[in-house]
């Protein structure tokens, strides 16, 4: 299957997997990320676009290192991108602090911020239902199978 993308920026790079057997697309910057404190949320331009083929989504997701070298990781994580969508893709990235909880960070562009998971959808039908079936679980909910 092939995925078509569109640079849109001058700077903008292609998503690269950095192994072959990688499950993710590293994502790259084409503008500085650059947080002054903690709860900090800044939207990030990746500079292309892309037609993912109908059925598929790719889901933004955080990079390991930035979550826990530095406290960043991905607002919505995952965030999801649908086929229909043929806009700048951007990626919401928080500040949690951390271990420089105190000092400003600028990630500048060109950095690889989030990794993008392209996946096949379940062709899935809701149903209404008067009735469900029991489990031993039931309704029992956060936190009721301990810790």
């Known amino acids: 299957m092939k ?3 569109k640079l849109l920026h001058p700077e903008a790079k292609m998503p690269e997997k950095q192994h072959q057997l990688d499950a993710g697309f590293d994502l790259f910057s084409v503008e500085d990320a650059e947080f002054h404190g903690p709860g900090e949320i800044v939207s ?3 500079g292309f676009s892309m037609e993912l083929p109908p059925g598929y989504e790719a889901q933004i997701r955080p990079r390991s290192g930035l ?3 530095y406290g960043v990781t991905v607002i919505n994580s ?3 991108i649908d086929s229909n969508f043929r806009g700048e893709v951007k990626v919401g990235l ?3 602090g951390g271990n420089n909880v105190f ?3 600028i990630f500048p562009k060109g950095n690889r911020i989030a990794q ?3 996946q096949k959808l379940p062709d899935i039908e ?3 239902a008067e009735v469900l079936s029991d489990t031993d679980r039931g309704s029992n909910g956060f936190g009721s199978s301990g810790v």
Do not use: R
């Open 126 to 128: 809701l149903e209404e």
């Open 103 to 105: 000092k400003p960070h």
């Open 67 to 69: 979550a826990f070298q």
């Open 78 to 80: 995952p965030g999801t």
């Open 3 to 5: 995925v078509k993308i």
């Open 94 to 96: 928080v500040w949690l």
């Open 44 to 46: 990030v331009s990746c």
């Open 116 to 118: 993008m998971v392209i």
